[in-house]
């Protein structure tokens, strides 16, 4: 989780997530992701509880979850197709934006070239269930293998779309709202949103409107393998952020 190239994973995580209409309506109807002043505070708020997940103590863990499942269960959304209003606690759409995380970062990892054996692979998956545990989910009620998610995303793919309402994220990448010291790295954006687009599988792409071929596949793959290779050039002290090092240190003691 410590591998600079995994912020392309977190990014291709959210689209992954925006495929399903309840979990991306109820983003909609209940935050500002899509105001131009707020949606970069929203990122931040979403980028801390995924930090405060992966390295946090138990308590902060424990502290973080509560908070996320107080809020959940005080909203809810209504579907437009339908009329029917549901809690954003919806454990279908949990689930799947459960599974569009893991699915995410650890395709990232592995076509960039980080190295996990199959057996570490559906170790991966199965340590994330205790993720779904902080989110309010059963924790068997996730896949705990490689096997198992890639059968749960074909199960899901009948009900997943773009929903019209929302604006399309590489179009949004162009005018994101960065914040002032973070202005130079605004040119790196819309590549950085459409390389995570071309790390989605082929149908995934096409939901979204967006060619979908094997050369692109093959040029993610490629991009992911180069910048990769790249960071790992750069000392360890710099390339990790100190909540990496430090887990690293306590791993390797």
């Excluded at 930090?51 to 138990?58: A, F, I, L």
């Excluded at 990892?109 to 692979?121: I, Q, T, Y």
């Excluded at 914040?179 to 599988?201: D, I, Q, S």
């Amino acid at each position: 989780m410590g591998e600079p190239i995994l912020l392309v994973g977190g990014f291709r995580a959210l689209l992954m997530q925006g495929l399903h209409p309840r979990a991306m309506r109820g983003v909609l109807q209940n935050s500002a992701l899509m105001d131009p002043g707020e949606s970069w505070s929203r990122f931040m708020r979403t980028t801390e509880f995924v930090r405060v997940r992966t390295y946090g103590t138990r308590a902060e863990v424990e502290r973080a979850g509560r908070r996320v499942r107080k809020i959940h269960s005080t909203l809810s959304a209504v579907d437009p197709d339908t009329g029917v209003r549901f809690a954003l606690d919806d454990p279908a759409a949990l689930r799947w934006v459960h599974v569009g995380e893991v699915d995410s970062y650890l395709s990232v990892a592995r076509r960039a070239g980080v190295r996990l054996s199959d057996a570490e692979a559906d170790t991966f998956v199965l340590e994330w269930r205790r993720a779904a545990e902080v989110v309010g989910l059963a924790p068997d009620s996730v896949p705990g293998s490689v096997g198992e998610l890639r059968d749960y995303i074909a199960g899901e793919r009948a009900g997943l779309r773009f929903v019209p309402e929302a604006s399309h994220p590489l179009l949004m990448s162009f005018t994101a709202p960065l914040p002032l010291r973070l202005t130079p790295l605004r040119p790196v954006l819309p590549a950085l949103t459409m390389l995570a687009f071309a790390t989605l599988p082929r149908w995934a792409r096409r939901l979204y409107g967006l060619p979908a071929t094997p050369v692109g596949d093959l040029w993610a793959t490629a991009t992911l393998r180069t910048l990769h290779t790249g960071l790992g050039l750069v000392p360890a002290d710099v390339r990790y952020a100190p909540d990496a090092r430090r887990a690293r240190k306590l791993m390797a003691a």
